[in-house]
């Protein structure tokens, strides 16, 4: 079964620098979400799509900015990189209503 | 707010025995509760995902309990084996846009 696919798989950046995480859904399912986990913490939530709109916001930061397109595949942008940023983000899809989450692998990004 | 605790932070167990892993929430009104493994570095695989109005769940070696009124799950693996070692999250959401507040997890070793 195809399941939720995210690119790069690592990434490395240097400070103030600019960065873009893809994120492509499983087919049909209608929600994105977006999750940071730092080094030894859970996953915190960021943001959240349902069918191309933004449905929720958690803790992200100003400078960072994401979107879901009409293929459904979400995009995370992240500018003016700082070391702290250094992480792990995930990318989740699910059917409204239904909610289990299936989680990709991952990008991890390193800031330097 | 929500907060989601996971006890033990760490377990360590011979193969064979059962493992049982804890996680408790403050806010009883969740939509659902959800576990996960992750395995080092890597993206989280869901395990099995309780709905509000169900009081358990089963799949092969695992069965996850619910108990909403006193703000608590229990993760049951029958008959650990060493492959079962991973860190075990729980995570609850609060409505169907599905947004998941996780616990700190449960780092699970089973010794051969």
């Known amino acids: 079964a195809a399941g939720v696919i995210q690119s790069p798989r690592h990434l490395i950046k240097e400070k103030r620098e600019t960065a873009t995480l893809k994120c492509y859904p499983i087919p049909r399912h209608d929600t994105v979400y977006w999750y940071q986990q730092g080094p030894g913490q859970d996953p915190q939530f960021l943001i959240s799509f349902y069918e191309k709109m933004q449905s929720d916001k958690g803790s992200i930061p100003d400078r960072f900015s994401a979107q879901q397109f009409s293929d459904y595949h979400s995009e995370l942008n992240m500018s003016s990189l700082e070391l702290g940023d250094s992480a792990l983000y995930f990318c989740?899809?699910?059917?409204?209503?239904?909610?289990?989450?299936?989680f990709g692998q991952g990008t991890r990004l390193t800031v330097v | 707010k929500q907060e989601v605790t996971q006890i033990p932070a760490a377990l360590s167990v011979p193969e064979g025995e059962n493992l049982v892993l804890n996680c408790s929430f403050t806010d009883s009104a969740i939509y659902n509760l959800q576990w996960f493994r992750q395995d080092p570095g890597k993206g989280l695989t869901s395990l099995l995902l309780?709905?509000?109005?169900?009081r358990e769940q089963t799949s092969g070696r695992l069965n996850a309990s619910l108990d909403k009124s006193s703000g608590r799950s229990t993760l049951y693996i029958a008959a650990s084996q060493p492959g079962d070692s991973a860190t075990y999250l729980c995570a609850v959401s609060s409505d169907s846009w599905g947004k998941l507040q996780f616990g700190a997890g449960t780092q699970v070793v089973v010794t051969p």
């Open positions: 989740a899809s699910s059917l409204k209503g239904i909610t289990e989450a299936f």
């Open positions: 309780i709905q509000s109005s169900q």
